[in-house]
């Protein structure tokens, strides 16, 4: 929220773009930290250090890529240590430090707001977009590292061994069920692509109202993050009924969540002038939000085995999603109703979740 009284607005749209990019970067482990929660708790296997030096020199080869295609290495560095991050992350949730795992992009946005401020208050040389979202990424997750190691109940010695045969496993036992998350991803980034390409107006205004909801999705995602890890230690004893308390405490905190927010959105709008970025925040919240209840527990569809088929459906969703998508901004209709088409299809997709759910659960 600092961030934009800070930097010029087309720096501020070119960051948040490419930022959203950068933090899709941890998905081209194509499900290998998802795989290893699954041998963690299913199979009893800790593979973490597989994990850590496959998937750094998977994430590196991406970044050498990535960096090579955009002609800039600051995103390039900043995609690699965003992916190591999450790699990390997967042994602070198996220790249970749900809070501490979810601290790290937090982390980057203090910083984001530190260094952008030192740029651009002359307290030090200018840096473009790139360059500030690069250094906050590094300081972000230099910090919070340092942070997890302190906390840390385990070390973790290499000495243990690590062999690229179990980090193929990882990624085939996590792929299906991350195909779903890249889905999910593609799909919002698809709504900043078309507003980049045919609302270029009211890019800075969707950056801002996206940044803001995640005050409501990150209180979800945190239920969703212990949810993995109960659901995972007591896989066996699972019914639907469980299934639904948990999702009924869920919605019991999205309700409190987001009278709040919508406090908060009160009182921000007479500090904040981009247009139509209340009717953006509220259709994202009530529809985004209602979306991550359901996927606070999409955590069973890897642990019952029906992850594929929710991949399948969402990919269908997505389709769909393109279709739409290019269809209303050609017929150059009002840019929320973009947003608004999003939200409806990823319900549509909740619903259907937890159909299946239902179908596979006693």
Request: net charge positive; charged share 10%; glycine share 6%.
């Amino acid at each position: 929220m600092v961030v934009p009284k800070i930097l010029p607005g087309s720096d501020y749209s070119e960051l948040e773009y490419y930022k959203f990019i950068i933090f899709m970067f941890p998905f081209l482990l194509v499900g290998a930290h998802s795989g290893y929660m699954y041998f963690r708790f299913t199979e009893k296997e800790d593979r973490f250090n597989t994990l850590v030096i496959f998937g750094a020199l998977q994430l590196g080869l991406f970044a050498l890529a990535f960096g090579l295609m955009t002609q800039n290495i600051f995103y390039a560095i900043a995609g690699l240590f965003m992916g190591m991050m999450v790699v990390i992350e997967q042994r602070v949730q198996v220790e249970k430090l749900f809070t501490l795992a979810l601290a790290g992009k937090p982390l980057i946005s203090v910083f984001l707001v530190l260094v952008a401020y030192l740029s651009w208050g002359g307290f030090s040389p200018q840096l473009d977009p790139s360059q500030i979202l690069s250094f906050s990424v590094i300081l972000g997750f230099l910090a919070w590292t340092a942070i997890v190691v302190y906390f840390i109940k385990h070390t973790t010695s290499f000495q243990e061994g690590f062999e690229f045969s179990k980090y193929i496993d990882l990624i085939k036992k996590g792929f299906s069920i991350n195909v779903a998350t890249i889905l999910l991803m593609m799909t919002f980034f698809l709504d900043r692509y078309i507003t980049k390409q045919y609302y270029p107006e009211s890019l800075a205004s969707y950056s801002f109202s996206y940044n803001i909801i995640q005050f409501v999705i990150l209180a979800l995602t945190t239920i969703g993050y212990v949810n993995t890890v109960k659901v995972g230690e007591k896989f066996d004893e699972l019914s639907f009924s469980v299934l639904i308390n948990k999702l009924v405490y869920t919605y019991k905190v999205f309700v409190v969540i987001l009278a709040l927010f919508f406090v908060f959105l009160y009182v921000i709008k007479f500090f904040y002038t981009f247009e139509g970025f209340l009717t953006l925040s509220v259709i994202m919240s009530i529809f985004f939000g209602n979306f991550f209840c359901v996927n606070s527990v999409a955590s069973i569809a890897l642990y019952k085995g029906f992850q594929n088929k929710a991949a399948f459906f969402l990919a269908c969703i997505f389709a769909v999603n393109v279709l739409l998508s290019y269809l209303l901004a050609e017929s150059n209709v009002a840019h929320y109703w973009l947003v608004l088409k999003t939200g409806l299809l990823l319900n549509i997709y909740s619903v259907t979740f937890l159909i299946m759910a239902k179908n596979r659960l006693k």
